[in-house]
């Protein structure tokens, strides 16, 4: 691998900062007693927490700062490279190939974390931010509704050559689920908009263009799952191992479907005297059972790959190893929050986001590694 060489999906390295820099601020929000509204850091007085306490939050707050700050540096880098590539790369060729077009939606799901970190980990340090939350409710819709009608429109683009081109049906893989995967952190980030909006137009705006993206990302996702279990089970072996992260993709789709309607829900209930307690509960939990045995399947599926592989080689899809575990961080928060306050999950969610901090690492010292011409990895 060159510096010159560059793919869309490297912006799963910039998604996995992002969703990093939210773990912290989706455990304090979930598990620390706070006023009524997000979380921020003017609710935290140290001086009434144990030793331990106190250090678990500096390590949070510290993980949000560095992680928040890797998003956005990543994300103008990437940003960079991504249109000089436009206008000298093959964006021509990937784009007719139904197999490999999936990538071009990496960096809208970046650019629309950009918008989490923002609402969750930069608005936790600055108040005047949080305490003005609903005065960028309307330019944050207004800057979310180009994106979405941006990425729908390159959805429906896709969909379309995949109608209209001749590919091998045999050839699909887990990558196919970047598509239910963008609409979903998109529709993840409407809805809270609808959510935490006070203002009905705006709110209820917000609501509709949610559903519209989501339930069109729900009906990729159930679609394409389906397929993609078709084909495998179909298959005589297992598929290239560059394939393989793509596995656990399902992990982080189910979160963000999850998570929005957990928000719609809120929304409901702002905007409509809902009474949804025991909905809440229902679907988050429903959720984080699914993600528990999947990892575990995944992960077995993925053992070997771990134990022979994964030190020796580096390719950019690699990267989508991230995400799941930061999905299923994420999500036990809420379930911690909605369902039993139990230590385990509490100390699970801690566990599982230092994993995901060291593979974040690992995997951008072999990204570094493969930059330089000595590398001793094989690289791809």
Request: aromatic share 16%; net charge positive.
């Amino acid at each position: 691998m060159k510096k010159t060489q560059f793919s869309p999906l490297l912006f799963l390295a910039s998604v996995g900062a992002g969703g990093i820099a939210v773990i912290p601020f989706a455990f304090l929000n979930y598990t620390f007693p706070h006023p009524k509204g997000l979380v921020q850091a003017a609710h935290v007085n140290f001086d009434t927490l144990a030793l331990w306490q106190e250090i678990l939050f500096r390590f949070l707050e510290v993980s949000m700062v560095t992680f928040a700050a890797i998003h956005l540096i990543l994300s103008l880098i990437l940003l960079g490279k991504l249109i000089k590539w436009f206008r000298k790369g093959n964006y021509p060729s990937l784009i007719k190939n139904p197999l490999t077009n999936s990538a071009i939606l990496a960096p809208f799901i970046s650019l629309v974390m950009t918008m989490n970190v923002f609402i969750g980990p930069i608005r936790y340090f600055f108040s005047a931010f949080a305490e003005n939350l609903q005065t960028f409710m309307l330019p944050a819709l207004i800057f979310w509704g180009i994106i979405w009608f941006f990425l729908l429109r390159m959805e429906i683009k896709l969909l379309k050559t995949s109608f209209e081109s001749k590919f091998e049906i045999s050839n699909i893989n887990f990558g196919w689920l970047l598509h239910p995967f963008a609409l979903g952190m998109l529709s993840v980030t409407g809805a809270g908009i609808a959510a935490l909006a006070t203002n009905a137009s705006v709110a209820h705006t917000a609501a509709f263009m949610t559903m519209v993206s989501g339930s069109m990302g729900v009906f990729l996702l159930v679609v394409k799952t389906i397929a993609i279990f078709k084909n495998h089970f179909a298959a005589a072996e297992m598929p290239a191992r560059q394939f393989y992260p793509s596995f656990l993709i399902v992990i982080p789709n189910i979160t963000l479907y999850a998570i929005t309607a957990f928000r719609l829900g809120h929304y409901l209930e702002h905007h409509f005297a809902a009474e949804l307690g025991a909905y809440f509960t229902v679907v988050m939990t429903l959720a984080f059972a699914f993600e528990t045995w999947y990892l575990v399947f995944g992960l077995s599926l993925l053992k070997t790959y771990f134990k022979e592989y994964f030190s020796k080689e580096y390719y950019i899809s690699q990267w989508g190893l991230v995400c799941p575990i930061v999905a299923y961080a994420v999500l036990g928060s809420f379930v911690y929050k909605v369902f039993v306050p139990n230590q385990g999950l509490y100390f699970l969610v801690i566990i599982t986001l230092i994993i995901a901090i060291l593979l974040f690492f690992a995997l951008l010292k072999k990204h570094l590694n493969c930059s330089r011409a000595n590398s001793k990895i094989v690289c791809s």
